[in-house]
């Protein structure tokens, strides 16, 4: 825009160019043909070329953490075999009495029988399974309802120990104890060396 000139806001316009920095202008530009959708220009692409290239930094690449290498698999794994089904709720629930603090874990199962879930613990998974088989006898007019299979796994810490699953109303609830924490003061000796 030249200086000593008003700028011409018309109806779509949503930003007056700075001669500094480029700007969105809807409207005029447009007509003009100046605006270009989806060009990788300026900023924008030095941006996602260099997110495309950054290497991924762990949250457990401390020097101060030794040995959680297994640990940090187990999280790779869970985090790419997760997906939507079932929905699933994790709720703490407290102490009372003689029973230790528990964790339950309840899915939404809805149209599976009890022969059709299976409940495993596998190298310190919790592996929850939902099978169902279709019905070939019946002849739909619409299917909206399919057979589905799904698999939800759960890392389980050292020493959680499964206490039992219910089934009630399409609510599949498996229990788990949280185990106390022990706390645990170990003295080093240090060996004095001649040198």
Same mark, same amino acid.
């Not at 290239?53 to 794994?77: K, Q, Y």
């Given at each position: 825009?030249?200086?000593?000139?008003?700028?011409?806001?018309?109806?779509?316009?949503?930003?007056?160019?700075?001669?500094?920095?480029?700007?969105?202008?809807?409207?005029?530009?447009?007509? @003009?043909?100046?605006? &270009?959708?989806?060009?990788?220009?300026?900023?924008?692409?030095? =941006?996602?070329? %260099?997110?495309?290239?950054?290497?991924?930094?762990? /949250?457990? +690449? /401390?020097?101060?953490? $030794?040995?959680?290498?297994?640990?940090?698999?187990? =999280?790779?794994?869970?985090?790419? !075999?997760? %997906?939507?089904?079932?929905?699933? &709720?994790?709720?703490?629930? !407290?102490?009372?009495?003689?029973?230790?603090?528990? *964790?339950?874990?309840? $899915? !939404?199962?809805?149209?599976?029988?009890?022969?059709? =879930?299976?409940?495993?613990?596998?190298?310190?998974?919790?592996?929850?399974?939902?099978?169902?088989?279709?019905?070939? @006898?019946?002849?739909?007019?619409?299917?909206?309802?399919?057979?589905?299979?799904?698999?939800?796994?759960?890392? =389980?810490?050292?020493?959680?120990?499964?206490?039992?699953?219910? *089934?009630? &109303?399409?609510?599949? @609830?498996?229990?788990?104890?949280?185990? $106390?924490?022990?706390?645990?003061?170990? +003295?080093? !000796?240090?060996?004095?060396? %001649?040198?």
């Amino acid at each position: 825009m030249a200086p000593g000139t008003e700028p011409n806001y018309g109806p779509g316009t949503l930003l007056e160019a700075l001669p500094w920095q480029r700007h969105i202008v809807k409207g005029r530009a447009e007509a @003009s043909g100046r605006l &270009n959708w989806g060009a990788e220009k300026g900023p924008a692409k030095s =941006l996602k070329k %260099d997110f495309e290239t950054m290497s991924r930094v762990s /949250s457990l +690449s /401390s020097p101060f953490l $030794l040995g959680f290498d297994e640990i940090e698999r187990v =999280l790779d794994r869970v985090g790419k !075999a997760a %997906d939507g089904y079932p929905p699933y &709720n994790i709720e703490r629930i !407290a102490r009372d009495g003689n029973s230790p603090e528990r *964790l339950r874990i309840t $899915l !939404a199962v809805a149209g599976f029988t009890r022969d059709q =879930l299976d409940v495993t613990i596998e190298e310190s998974q919790l592996v929850i399974r939902g099978r169902q088989q279709d019905d070939k @006898s019946r002849q739909y007019i619409h299917r909206g309802i399919a057979a589905r299979q799904f698999q939800r796994t759960f890392v =389980l810490a050292d020493g959680m120990e499964v206490l039992g699953a219910d *089934l009630k &109303n399409g609510l599949l @609830s498996v229990d788990l104890a949280r185990p $106390l924490p022990e706390r645990i003061v170990k +003295s080093i !000796a240090i060996n004095e060396c %001649d040198s």
